[in-house]
């Protein structure tokens, strides 16, 4: 934009080539984003003021809020949604104080560095579906080890509460070791001197940790608690391997797909699209405004480090 | 974090059992499956952490079935193209995000931002319609696309990280030899840039590799499931027969590129990881 360059004084032919490359280079992914994403949203805000039903083709009309009104009225829609609630508070939480000593371990371990990172990026690459019917059938009665173990004699996925407690051990195992990864990166720029500083004053392990590293940490907290929390928003494969959405353990995400593949609701299915496309936004404007984290790459120019 | 005035011998033996919780902690639930998918069909409803019997005919069984070998082609197929389109599109995009002044610079970053945040679900249902009347519904098109454009963001974000650290000099140094701004990107930051190039394809592939949603939504055959969507809808190799051993053994196949991509790159990915999200 304005900002200035060094060579202002130069021939504006070189600046002017410069943009021409920028955009060139910029078009394509751009252009890719803007339609796959831009172009559903719109259609998708369109479809929700619309009745669409692929079931009954001819009677699509202009219906305006109505679709919104009945959604928002609709008990399995507040249900799921406060599941969705549920699942992200809880399993971002128990991540936060995993993640942050995952990564003290990571950071500090005298042993094995190399094989315990490995280690960990298993859960975070490996396919969620898979490590859903691991668990699934490790809570199967009879066949699971941990069904036997822990539960005998029940099956705890036919449970509402049982079922939200392994969704939620899925996820968390899942997403530790990202969240981990993050933090990570955020207490490798803790000053060694600071805490030793803060030793030589007298501190302990705890205050040093409470007073020094979690503060110099906050903007890596915070950015992996946004990023974690708009994921876990999303909460989707573990809830659809492990449950199916069975007693009342349907996430917005398994609700919003189940009407589109057996109801073929496009209009109602829009407009819970559109909610969850708000209920996102706010939790990120609050992540933004109210702890102000600030969003990786905001500052345009970002880089020198 | 250890006291730290304890002896090192206690420190030791601290961090020895820090990591084998650590390590039982992210290990366990893949060597359970792994374990399921070796059990015979007498054994494997036993409960039993590792298997009495083994054997390999649940991993011959799904060869042999039409629908794994086509999900496993699809989910190959797929997740190649959309990471090669995807980090050729990022590659471009991050230079100029990196290296070039340019008006709509932050409207760019701001868009894939908000991508990168921004909940699949709420695309499922257009998209869905969008490729019903387009004819990409259950096509590798029809997945492909929406692939590429979730991992746009996390590939531009890696690689203007990777972009910054390179000796720019280099680049001036040959447009001072008379290289245009395009042939000093080609012949020189290029090859410098493939390791980052590299380590945001891994990344981008474990994103494609790793997608239920679209997969199941996207598609209704064998032409375009991938094995994560194909996984949900095993039956076993009849209708009667218990699924779980084949299950497994599908999902087994489906982990052995991800353990060994981290085995060999784990250096990278973590660099990748990491590099976007923090700095800022």
Same mark, same amino acid.
């Given at each position: 934009?304005?900002?200035?360059?060094?060579?202002?004084?130069?021939? #504006?032919?070189?600046?002017?080539?410069?943009?021409?490359?920028?955009?060139? +280079?910029? @078009?394509?992914?751009?252009?890719?984003?803007?339609?796959?994403?831009?172009?559903?949203?719109?259609?998708?805000?369109? +479809?929700?003021?619309?009745?669409?039903?692929?079931?009954?083709?001819?009677?699509?009309?202009?219906?305006?809020?109505?679709?919104? =009104? &009945?959604?928002?009225?609709? #008990?399995?829609?507040?249900?799921?949604?406060?599941?969705?609630?549920?699942?992200?508070?809880?399993?971002?939480?128990?991540?936060?104080?995993?993640?942050?000593?995952?990564?003290?371990?990571?950071?500090?371990?005298?042993?094995?560095?190399?094989?315990?990172?490995?280690?960990?990026?298993?859960?975070?690459?490996?396919?969620?579906?898979?490590?859903?019917?691991?668990?699934?059938?490790?809570?199967?009665?009879?066949?699971?080890?941990? @069904?036997? @173990?822990?539960?005998?004699?029940?099956?705890?996925?036919?449970?509402?509460? =049982?079922?939200?407690?392994?969704?939620?051990?899925?996820?968390?195992?899942?997403?530790?070791?990202?969240?981990?990864?993050?933090?990570?990166?955020?207490?490798?720029?803790?000053?060694?001197?600071?805490?030793?500083?803060?030793?030589?004053?007298?501190?302990?392990?705890?205050?040093?940790?409470?007073?020094?590293?979690?503060? &110099?940490? *906050?903007?890596?907290?915070?950015? =992996?608690?946004?990023?974690?929390?708009?994921?876990?928003?999303?909460?989707?494969?573990?809830?659809?391997?492990?449950?199916?959405?069975?007693?009342? !353990?349907?996430?917005?995400?398994?609700?919003?797909?189940?009407?589109?593949?057996?109801?073929?609701?496009?209009?109602?299915?829009?407009?819970?699209?559109?909610?969850?496309?708000? @209920?996102?936004?706010?939790?990120?404007?609050?992540?933004? *405004?109210?702890?102000? !984290?600030?969003?990786?790459?905001?500052?345009?120019?970002?880089?020198?480090? | 974090?250890?006291?730290?005035?304890? $002896?090192?011998?206690?420190?030791?033996?601290?961090?020895?059992?820090?990591?084998?919780?650590?390590?039982?902690?992210?290990?366990?639930?893949?060597?359970?499956?792994?374990?399921?998918?070796?059990?015979?069909?007498?054994?494997?409803?036993?409960?039993?952490? %590792?298997?009495?019997?083994?054997?390999?005919?649940?991993?011959?069984?799904?060869?042999?079935?039409?629908?794994?070998?086509?999900?496993?082609?699809?989910?190959?197929?797929?997740?190649?193209?959309?990471?090669?389109?995807? %980090?050729?599109?990022?590659?471009?995009?991050?230079?100029?995000?990196?290296?070039?002044?340019?008006?709509?610079?932050?409207?760019?970053?701001? %868009? $894939?931002?908000?991508?990168?945040?921004?909940?699949?679900i709420s695309l499922v249902t257009p998209l869905f319609n969008i490729e019903r009347e387009l004819g990409l519904f259950d096509t590798w098109p029809g997945l492909i696309l929406p692939y590429i454009t979730f991992s746009l963001p996390l590939a531009i974000y890696t690689l203007s990280a990777f972009f910054r650290e390179i000796p720019w000099e280099l680049e001036k140094a040959a447009k001072m030899d008379g290289a245009t701004p395009a042939q000093a990107f080609r012949r020189v930051i290029a090859p410098l840039a493939a390791p980052?190039?590299?380590? $945001?394809?891994?990344?981008?592939?474990?994103?494609?590799?790793?997608?239920?949603?679209?997969?199941?939504?996207?598609? $209704?055959?064998?032409?375009?499931?991938?094995?994560?969507?194909a996984l949900s809808f095993f039956t076993g190799s009849s209708q009667f027969e218990d699924p779980t051993g084949t299950i497994s053994a599908a999902a087994v196949v489906i982990t052995v590129p991800i353990v060994l991509f981290v085995l060999f790159f784990q250096r990278r990915i973590v660099a990748g990881l990491t590099s976007g999200a923090v700095k800022g």
């Amino acid at each position: 934009m304005t900002s200035t360059r060094v060579r202002r004084g130069a021939h #504006s032919e070189g600046k002017r080539s410069e943009r021409r490359l920028a955009w060139m +280079l910029c @078009a394509p992914a751009a252009l890719v984003m803007v339609a796959v994403t831009g172009w559903p949203i719109v259609y998708s805000v369109y +479809l929700s003021l619309h009745r669409y039903d692929l079931r009954f083709p001819g009677q699509q009309e202009f219906i305006g809020l109505e679709n919104y =009104a &009945v959604v928002l009225t609709n #008990s399995y829609w507040w249900t799921a949604f406060g599941v969705t609630l549920f699942i992200t508070v809880v399993s971002v939480a128990i991540e936060l104080v995993l993640g942050m000593a995952l990564a003290i371990t990571m950071h500090r371990t005298l042993l094995a560095r190399g094989l315990v990172r490995t280690v960990t990026l298993i859960p975070y690459g490996i396919v969620t579906v898979v490590a859903a019917f691991s668990w699934f059938y490790a809570w199967t009665p009879n066949t699971g080890y941990l @069904a036997e @173990a822990v539960t005998p004699g029940s099956a705890p996925l036919t449970e509402r509460a =049982a079922s939200l407690a392994i969704i939620i051990l899925a996820e968390v195992w899942k997403t530790t070791p990202f969240m981990a990864l993050l933090l990570l990166a955020g207490l490798a720029l803790v000053p060694d001197d600071l805490l030793r500083a803060a030793a030589m004053d007298g501190a302990g392990v705890w205050q040093r940790f409470v007073k020094v590293t979690l503060p &110099v940490m *906050k903007p890596a907290i915070l950015v =992996a608690l946004l990023f974690r929390t708009l994921d876990a928003f999303r909460v989707f494969d573990n809830i659809f391997i492990l449950t199916s959405g069975a007693n009342d !353990t349907s996430s917005v995400s398994m609700i919003t797909y189940s009407n589109l593949i057996q109801g073929l609701n496009l209009g109602i299915g829009s407009t819970m699209s559109v909610l969850i496309f708000i @209920a996102v936004a706010i939790i990120a404007f609050v992540f933004v *405004k109210l702890f102000g !984290t600030a969003a990786p790459g905001s500052s345009a120019q970002g880089g020198g480090r | 974090m250890p006291v730290e005035t304890a $002896s090192p011998g206690r420190r030791r033996t601290w961090w020895t059992f820090v990591n084998v919780v650590v390590i039982v902690y992210a290990l366990l639930p893949v060597l359970w499956i792994a374990s399921l998918s070796f059990k015979t069909k007498e054994t494997v409803t036993d409960g039993n952490l %590792v298997p009495r019997d083994w054997t390999l005919s649940n991993y011959g069984d799904i060869f042999r079935t039409d629908e794994f070998v086509r999900a496993l082609i699809n989910s190959i197929g797929i997740a190649l193209i959309a990471t090669f389109i995807a %980090v050729a599109l990022a590659t471009m995009a991050a230079y100029a995000v990196a290296r070039l002044e340019f008006p709509g610079k932050r409207a760019l970053v701001g %868009v $894939s931002l908000l991508i990168a945040m921004f909940p699949q679900i709420s695309l499922v249902t257009p998209l869905f319609n969008i490729e019903r009347e387009l004819g990409l519904f259950d096509t590798w098109p029809g997945l492909i696309l929406p692939y590429i454009t979730f991992s746009l963001p996390l590939a531009i974000y890696t690689l203007s990280a990777f972009f910054r650290e390179i000796p720019w000099e280099l680049e001036k140094a040959a447009k001072m030899d008379g290289a245009t701004p395009a042939q000093a990107f080609r012949r020189v930051i290029a090859p410098l840039a493939a390791p980052g190039v590299f380590t $945001s394809a891994i990344l981008v592939f474990i994103f494609c590799w790793n997608d239920f949603l679209f997969a199941i939504s996207l598609t $209704s055959s064998e032409a375009s499931r991938t094995v994560p969507a194909a996984l949900s809808f095993f039956t076993g190799s009849s209708q009667f027969e218990d699924p779980t051993g084949t299950i497994s053994a599908a999902a087994v196949v489906i982990t052995v590129p991800i353990v060994l991509f981290v085995l060999f790159f784990q250096r990278r990915i973590v660099a990748g990881l990491t590099s976007g999200a923090v700095k800022g």
